[in-house]
């Protein structure tokens, strides 16, 4: 593990995104009526904000940071669903790794909760697409 002792405390957030891609059955029930399971989009945010808090738990070497905040965004689109997620903290190291890690936790929930109407639903595209603080300051997927 990284001595991250000697860093400054900064705020710091960090954006991650992925998708979920679906069948139209799937996408039709999440505009209409909803899965038979549920609430798929209110527990896909619920289990992307667990897994943000719990990071360090999931991954190795990952330090335990203060995650003071986090945002999920479950939108549905013709292919599926796009999972944005924002995470802050104001801490001695980033929060890249919680913010992916939300966003692939998201997708799993969203998998479980549609898999019966789906069970070709596939998490793709799961990236870091923006970073503020730290020592290495601003950065932005181009």
Known sequence: MVDV????????TASAAGLVRCSGAVVDALRGDGVPKGDALAVARLAG????????DLV?????VAVHAVEVDAVV???????????RTADRTGVEMEALTCV????????????????????TDVRVTAKTGGRSGSWARG
Not at 79 to 84: A, C, P, S
Not at 104 to 122: H, I
């Open 60 to 64: 190795p070497l990952a330090h335990p």
């Open 104 to 123: 692939a936790v998201a997708g799993l929930a969203l998998v479980d909760m549609v898999k019966a109407l789906d069970r070709e639903a596939v998490i």
């Open 77 to 87: 689109v013709d292919e599926g669903v796009e999972l944005t997620a924002t995470v």
């Open 49 to 56: 904000i667990q897994a943000a808090k719990r990071t360090p």
């Open 5 to 12: 002792s000697a860093k400054d405390v900064t705020v710091r």
